[in-house]
Nanobody
Framework: QVQVVESGGGLVQAGGSLRLSCAASGRTFSSYDMGWFRQAPGKEREFVAG????????WYAESVKGRFTISRDNAKNTIFLQMNSLKPEDTDVYYC???????????WGQGTQVTVSS
């Protein structure tokens, strides 16, 4: 089993940058592809970015491609989301999770709030 804790959110002006971290516990962390998601109150959770268990492959939602970069450090059981050129529409609570089966994510954290002011 994996437990995750997200951090690094905050308030930033449009055009700014933030780096989110997701620290995971559990010896099986490196066995999972991992993903970042975001959700606003009253809206469905939206996929943002994913990374293969080895870090060799990454994939992104069209809305963030070219602006966000996902990475991982398996030695530190941590994944990251570097967010550049932030826009007000990026304002959301950001979560990380492990892909336990293709398309199925579990072990959600509590999320970290990102607010982008215009």
């Amino acid at each position: 089993q994996v437990q995750v804790v997200e951090s690094g959110g905050g308030l930033v002006q449009a055009g700014g940058s933030l780096r989110l971290s997701c620290a995971a516990s559990g010896r099986t962390f490196s066995s999972y592809d991992m993903g970042w998601f975001r959700q606003a109150p009253g809206k469905e959770r939206e996929f943002v970015a994913g990374i293969a268990k080895s870090g060799s492959g990454t994939w992104y939602a069209e809305s963030v491609k070219g602006r966000f970069t996902i990475s991982r450090d398996n030695a530190k059981n941590t994944i990251f989301l570097q967010m550049n050129s932030l826009k007000p529409e990026d304002t959301d609570v950001y979560y990380c999770a492990a892909e336990v089966e293709p398309g199925a994510y579990e072990y959600w954290g509590q999320g970290t709030q990102v607010t982008v002011s215009s």
